[in-house]
């Protein structure tokens, strides 16, 4: 039978994935709260690097639920075609910024009901958005939280809720704000689906899981990583790295429109 995470199992995981990526951001490219609203909402089921290419040109256009609301469903379908399920996103997109002009003043609230009340978010972007905008500890359970939890052993459960549920019970108060990016992160560059990159993982000594990919590193182990999965490795007691791709594209697509982009925390 499998050991169960100990207080310090956890501690030491978080502490681990704190000092490879001490300050973890969204790689969603967003100028203020609407549009991160905006963003996370678009990004259901498509890459963040998808609904980047998207917004860039949408929220030069639209970065107000005013403004939003103004371009109507047609546009905003057409400037975000290259991601699924467009059409209703256009839909959705629009509605809620009509419903924040009429409930809350074109403001974001600060309320999980009420954010949740909006048309296409649930309980994950509410989540997000609480986090990023409001600096709340919330954890958004997405496919890749769920597969590393669910995977290493530190929060089993058979719904995202679940594992929602399992990570607040035993994620230290110390590490919840974060504790979303960094295992979105390593889920994306290091606990990838189809061939997780264990050989290279700083958290391999406490993962629970069975099928991990040999210990020898061998090319094929550590292909695909990414340069930032290798710095989520790597950066531990390293110096000072060249940023990573990912970080640079999201730089230059926040230049490209005036630099606000990832605003704050995110
Ligand atoms: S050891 Fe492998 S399965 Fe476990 S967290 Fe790391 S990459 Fe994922």
Avoid at 87 to 113: C, Q, W
Avoid at 127 to 134: Q, R
Avoid at 240 to 265: E, I, L, M, S, Y
Wanted: charged share 25%; proline share 5%; glycine share 8%.
């Amino acid at each position: 039978m499998q050991r169960s995470f100990s207080k310090q199992d956890v501690e030491r995981f978080f502490a681990l994935l704190r000092r490879a990526e001490p300050e973890p951001k969204t790689e969603l490219c967003y100028l203020n709260n609407f549009t991160l609203l905006v963003a996370v909402v678009l990004s259901a089921q498509a890459t963040d690097r998808s609904v980047n290419k998207a917004t860039a040109a949408l929220f030069a256009l639209a970065d107000t639920p005013d403004k939003m609301a103004s371009l109507g469903e047609e546009v905003v379908a057409h400037h975000i075609r290259t991601i699924g399920l467009y059409r209703t996103k256009a839909k959705n997109v629009v509605a809620l910024s009509r419903a924040l002009l009429s409930r809350h003043h074109g403001e974001i609230p600060h309320d999980r009901a009420a954010l949740e009340a909006l048309p296409g978010v649930g309980r994950k972007t509410a989540n997000v958005v609480l986090n990023t905008a409001f600096g709340e500890p919330t954890i958004a359970v997405d496919t890749h939280i769920f597969r590393v939890a669910n995977r290493t052993g530190l929060a089993r459960g058979k719904t995202p809720l679940a594992v929602e549920m399992g990570l607040e019970r035993i994620v230290p108060s110390v590490y919840r704000l974060h504790a979303h990016h960094w295992l979105i992160l390593h889920g994306r560059y290091v606990c990838v689906a189809r061939r997780p990159h264990c050989p290279v993982c700083i958290v391999r000594e406490l993962c629970r899981f069975d099928g991990k990919t040999p210990e020898a590193g061998t090319p094929e182990d550590t292909k695909g990583t990414g340069r930032r999965g290798n710095r989520l490795q790597q950066r531990a007691g390293a110096a000072k790295r060249t940023a990573p791709k990912a970080k640079a594209r999201v730089k230059k697509a926040n230049a490209a429109r005036g630099g606000a982009g990832h605003r704050k925390d995110s």
